[in-house]
């Protein structure tokens, strides 16, 4: 009976959101995280901690701005003041641009009032701006560690095709390990590479939480449907958590998923540069799940888990599966072919 609701609901989005209403609840409690991202959202709009959501996003779209081709002498007119705001607030509270964010804001702001051309708002905020006392001095382009758009240098790959293709077979699902700790130092090396991963308005929706106290990864390890007779093996386990209050809207809704898988491939690869070995492990929407990775990973309320990573060194005797692959011409598809 529930599928032939289903096939006749699917005939609309009306029918669609009654079923899910009524009939099938498994969306009920994603609609809830997202509402609670949305009221944090507000919060740290009003009182945004030392890296604001908000401001990121701005920041980032006054770099889109910037470097336009033409560029505009007039733009960001209906962001500017709540950047300029937000800004301020986190500002106050510190007396250098020690935190990179931080001069990130300040070197792009700095930019943006240098080249804007005069406007009664533009004209207005520049001067609150530059009457801020934490402004970093100077033109943003004469300093070395300018955070502002710059002219890439573009020259020979550090890393060749051939080199990228061997890392990516190199890479394999390892699921069984050397009992041996990983340090930290190792997992925050990959983890550098990954924080250059794309990221929409470079918010960087997500954080890893890293398990490798025995015990506390053998009850972690045990959370995923999928990791049933080698999860005691693990020696770390890093859950890849997004968090939806970066996101003002609904429709922005699937971009911890996005970002989060985009951040952790990255993470993957640059571990087997270091030696280590890993298997990223799929999170199915189970509520039952969901609830108990809620309780022993103390998630907040607008946080979910994206994915699970077993790491650890690799057990040289441990079979991996050959796990054939599609072909490039498998995967694609050019223009309307």
Known sequence: METRFAAIASSSPFLSSLYYMVVNTAFRREQQVILAGRKQFESDKNCPADSSSLLRRNIHRLEKGLISRPRRDVFALQ?????????????????????????WANDVLNQ??????????????RAKFMALPNIALGSPPDRADCRAPYVRQLGDPAVRYEQMLQLSRQRR?????????????????????????PSACNRQPFQFRIFDEPEIVRQVAQLP??????????????????????????????LIYIDGSLAAMSFVLALETLGLSS??????????????????????????????IAVGYPDPDGLVAYSEKRSPEELSRFNFE
């Not at 962001?79 to 001069?103: F, L």
């Not at 390892?174 to 991963?197: D, G, M, N």
């Not at 005691?232 to 968090?243: A, D, S």
């Open 173 to 197: 699902s390892i699921r069984w390990f050397r009992q041996k700790t990983v340090p930290r130092e190792l997992l925050l090396k990959a983890l550098a590479v990954a924080t250059h991963s």
């Open 112 to 125: 943006y009032f240098r080249v804007a051309e005069s406007h009664p708002l533009i004209d207005e905020l």
């Open 279 to 308: 298997c990223c492990i799929n999170w199915p929407d189970i509520e039952e799940r969901e609830r108990k990775a809620a309780i022993l990973l103390k998630l907040e309320p607008d946080e979910r888990p994206v994915m699970f």
């Open 79 to 103: 962001y500017i003041r709540e950047t300029v705001s937000v800004y301020e607030k986190i500002t106050k509270r510190h007396k250098s641009h020690g935190i990179p964010e931080i001069a």
């Open 225 to 254: 449907a999928g990791t049933v007779g080698y999860e005691h093996n693990f020696p770390c386990v890093v859950v890849v958590v997004g968090r939806q209050r970066y996101y003002f809207d609904e429709r922005d809704r699937h």
